[in-house]
């Protein structure tokens, strides 16, 4: 069972630790980017062909010989999308990664919709029909669980970003996306790429890097015949300290190579690793905010 | 081609374990990674392809197996050559070799290898046998059968020999066929070693020196004097090997248990226990001493049995007038039958068993008597001189040694007179007062004396207890009563202690069998090491840095 009693505890208290960090706010208090059906000036931009001219502001125009366009601030609930990594590698690890990404959803789920945020699921590679509307209340914690415990293992090799690309094709509400993965899929910048694409479709962006430590620590030395979790076939592998050392490396540039293009595209990024309790996971988290 | 060492090929039954081993070593583990892509890019020799690593396993376990297969052959020592040269094998059946520190036998271990060293040579073959007259079970035969049922056959036997009458016949005959002789011994001799009992000669030695045995070295008997009919029977038991034990020593009289007891062995040691018996049966008593004791490999030397002769009534004839005194003191003493002879013109030429005591007389021309006491001789004789004076012992300046003196007590003897004497040259003085002689006499003589310068049936000698006691204590030392009357043959001290008087190493004779030893396997092994080498090192640099 992935969400017992005792972690739902430790999930409200996390919750509570969210709630007083924002103390000041009201609740869902957020500005709308767009800035169309507030009262309250929000800023200006620069005007655009195909811009409502009644939104012109006239006044700055006489001052600065400028065409801006004025945008007023609109109070609005956000949307939060979480697109989970089903592929192949995330069944990999004790516990498996896919476990405790799970986990780690549901904690941020049940914190979003403790803010009265309208909460989305989109299980990557797992089929259609399997995700969740985005929708507000916390009730809709308990669906999102019963979706979460219904997911079949994961299996299959999955393009990160272009699976990112097959959502963003069903024009989501702009929101904040939470991309939970390992990272690995079909090359190296996969996951960046997948981040990039949702930053240039106007959504807020986070990473959140489920790991186990058989990812980052070389096996002994020995022949080895690896089985690629994704299905990627077997390979014979002989490994020596020297090997050990070289993929030791590539591991570490790789870890770093993707935070610095998460950073880079302005995206929340954080790392957690299997053996690590959810709730810690969330406590970091809560930095996002 | 024939096998000089077929045995060897036992070694190809490592080839299972060899495999199994290899397939364990060399099956790759299965490891599921998350995602192939890191590992994709590691270098070129942490891959491997598909086709070489189908290949290496089979063939790398294949030279392994070859390799086996040459070491075990070149163990087993072909030859194209079938070997026939005749060899005489001399098998030592003396009783050490009934030792079991080796297999089941030392014997048993001898027959085998000189079975190994048989089929080694072709044959034909001669089996002697050591002991005195050698043995002979197997006279030039080439029937491998008949010679390992002649092996087989052999047994101990149950004392020592000396391998030199054997080893003598095995080289004349050797001399007359260009035969060459394996001798196959413990070392456990008669005598020492000498380099002319082996020369010539292949030895084969079984056992070790370490071995741990005990067993009874010695049994002997003596009669008490006394006259009481008792016997003293020393015992001996010997240890070899370095351990401490002990030893249970048994003795039993005509199959009845009559005495036991424990003694303390040291490594290397000795140790010895006297019994009294006091001998109720008439008849001869046959003693049986046996021992008891851990880690003890020779059974051959546990016991040793000897028979005691019955004890007949000693003849003494006294040649004196009468007595009354002196006749009862030797009433008084049992195992006697005493008679008074008088005068000595009576007794022709003597009695050679009897005992004769000459009282204040000496034997006539052409006496014969087992042995003579001599009481107060008169004149001159082979016994020396009488001076002719007289004077009063004082007993606290005795110096008694020899007969009778361990049942004095000087002190407690009264003054009494003796007479002057010189004895004659070559006597030994066993009692003297001063420089005066009072006994003196020749016990290894023929036949053996003793000369009293004092009379023991007078006054005041006489009113002493010890004055029989001293008589008895002189017939039995003339009669030869403190030597042994029995003493047990068979078991030695160089049998238990499984001592062997070869050489650390003896000179190996060249063995025919080594000359066949072809130059091509020696090749074929060398080559097999190479590669033997070349394969670990290899693996030892393919899986650590």
Known sequence: MLFNSDLLRRFESARLLARRRARGRAAAERRSPRGEAGVEFG???AFVPGDDPRRMDWHAYARNRQLVIRLLAEERDTHVYFLLDCSGSMGAGAPPKFDHARRVLGGLAYIA????????????????????????????????????????????RLGLAESASAWLATRPRAGLVVLLSDGFGVGRDDAADALHRLRCAGHEAALVQVLDAEDLEPPPPG???????????????????AARRAFAQRVNNFLAEIESRAVNLGAAFLRTLTHEPPEAALGRALAWQ | MTLLAPTALWLLALAAPIAALYWRRERPRRLVVSNFLLWREAPGRMRESAGWRKLRHPFSLLLQLVFLFLVACALARPTWRIPHQPVVLVLDVSASMGATDAGPSRLRMAAEALQKRARAAGGPFTLITTGEPPGVPLPNSSSRQRLERALRDAQPSHRQHSPRPALEMARSLAANTGACVVFATDGVWDEPWDEAICEGVEVVRVGSDSAQNSGVVVLAARRLPGGEGGLQILAGVAASGDANRSALVRLRANGRLVDARELPLSGRGSEAAFFELAVRERGALELEAEIAAADDVLAADN???????????????????????????LASISGIEAARVWPPESLDFGDPEALAIFHRSAPPEGFQARAILLIQPAGEGFFGRRMGGAREVQPDLLALRGPGSEFLEPSA?????????????????????????????ELDGTPPWLAMTFDPSAEPLAQTAAHPVLLAAFLERLAGGQKEVARAQGPSLRLTSLASALPASPPPAPSPASTTWPPLWSLLLGLALIWAAGEAWSYHRRLTA
């Open chain 1, 43 to 45: 800023e200006y931009r």
């Open chain 1, 113 to 156: 919709l403790g803010q009265l945020d309208r909460v989305g699921f989109v299980p990557l590679g797992a089929g259609p029909g399997l995700g969740l509307a985005p929708a507000r209340g916390r009730h809709r914690f308990v669906e999102l669980a019963a979706r979460l415990e219904a997911l079949a293992s994961p299996a299959g």
């Open chain 1, 223 to 241: 022949e080895y015949e690896m089985e690629d979790a994704e299905g990627g076939g077997h390979h014979m592998v002989v490994l020596d300290a």
């Open chain 2, 303 to 329: 016991s040793a049995r000897l028979q005691v002769p019955e004890a007949r009534e000693q003849r003494v004839l006294l040649i004196s007038p009468p007595r009354p005194t002196l006749e009862k003191a």
């Open chain 2, 413 to 441: 003897l009264p003054s009494f007179e003796a007479l002057d004497y010189v004895p004659v040259s070559g006597a030994q003085v066993f009692w003297a007062w001063g420089d005066h002689p009072l006994v003196f006499g």
